[in-house]
């Protein structure tokens, strides 16, 4: 994690900067930011508007990818997983 982490709300749940979460998948800051307007991954803004992303949604995200990949869909704004289509 980088030196912009800082604690949410929940206490060990850090927040990732979009970069940070593009890392963690391997892919651009722009593909992050698609999966947010897709309603896949949420964003938390910083007191001057930055982006943040909590661990656990990226992880939980991550998750949804690996199980996709072996024959399930990804949810779509909030939905369950297998529920509707990513588009």
């Known amino acids: 994690m980088?030196?912009?982490d800082a604690p949410g709300p929940e206490?060990?749940?850090p927040l990732l900067r979009p970069c940070e979460?593009?890392?963690f998948f391997s892919v651009s800051v722009g593909a992050v930011a698609l999966w947010?307007?897709?309603?896949l991954l949420a964003a938390e803004r910083t007191a001057g508007g930055?982006?943040?992303?909590?661990?656990?949604d990226v992880r939980r995200l991550a998750?949804?990818?690996r199980a996709r990949s072996k024959g399930s869909r990804l949810p779509r704004r909030g939905g369950?997983?297998?529920?509707g289509s990513a588009r």
């Open 80 to 83: 369950q997983a297998g529920e």
């Open 2 to 4: 980088g030196a912009g």
């Open 50 to 56: 930055h982006r943040r992303y909590r661990d656990s």
């Open 63 to 65: 998750a949804e990818i």
């Open 11 to 13: 206490e060990g749940d």
């Open 36 to 39: 947010e307007r897709r309603g």
């Open 21 to 23: 979460a593009a890392a």
